[in-house]
C-alpha cells in the first residue's frame, strides 16, 4: 500500500527556522494510525520521497506502541521495498534493535536511524514521526539522511 502525504500541519506555522516558502522541517500528515497494522510496513510519499512507516510494539508484545519513518529505498539493492520487509529485533550490549529486513536481499535495516546494520555505510534515512489524534505526521527533511540524499540533491549551477 502506498500513501500520498495531504497539507502541511498548520500548527507547526511559525515554528521552524525556515522561510515560509521552504518546505524543509515542517510536518505532513500521512495517514490514519490505523492505515498501518502493527507488524506491517506502509509506504508514504513525503514531500516527493518514499517513505516506509511501521508501527511496532503494543499488546501482544507487551511494549509500548511506536511509529517509525525509514526511506523505503534500500540502496544495497536500488529498489524501493523496505515497506515491504520483515521487522525483527537484535540484542546488542543487552539493548534490543528494532529493523527491517529487506525482501529482496535480506539486508537489516535500523528502524531508530535506518542505517544498514549489515553494511555502515549504507543507509536509508530516518524521518522524524508523531501520532496526533490518531494521524500519523512526518517531517519532511529527514533527521538522519540517507547514503543516497547528497547524490540525489545537489544542484548543478
Known sequence: MSLSAPPVDPEDRGLSDAPKQ????????????????????????????AVALFRVGGAPEATAEKVW???????????????RGLIGSRSSNGESQLYVASPLRKHRFALADGVCLDDP??????????????RIWVRTEPV??????ARSHTRHG
Open 121 to 134: 555505510s549504507s543507509g536509508a534515512g530516518a524521518w522524524a514521526v508523531r501520532v496526533k489524534n490518531g
Open 69 to 83: 519513518a525509514i526511506g523505503d529505498f534500500d540502496p544495497c539493492t536500488g529498489a524501493s521495498v523496505l515497506s
Open 22 to 49: 521552504h518546505v524543509a522541517h515542517r510536518w505532513v500528515d500521512v495517514c490514519d494510525i490505523d492505515t498501518v497494522e502493527i507488524g506491517r510496513g506502509v509506504r508514504a510519499l513525503v514531500a516527493g520521497h
Open 144 to 149: 538522519v539522511v540517507p547514503s543516497w540524499w
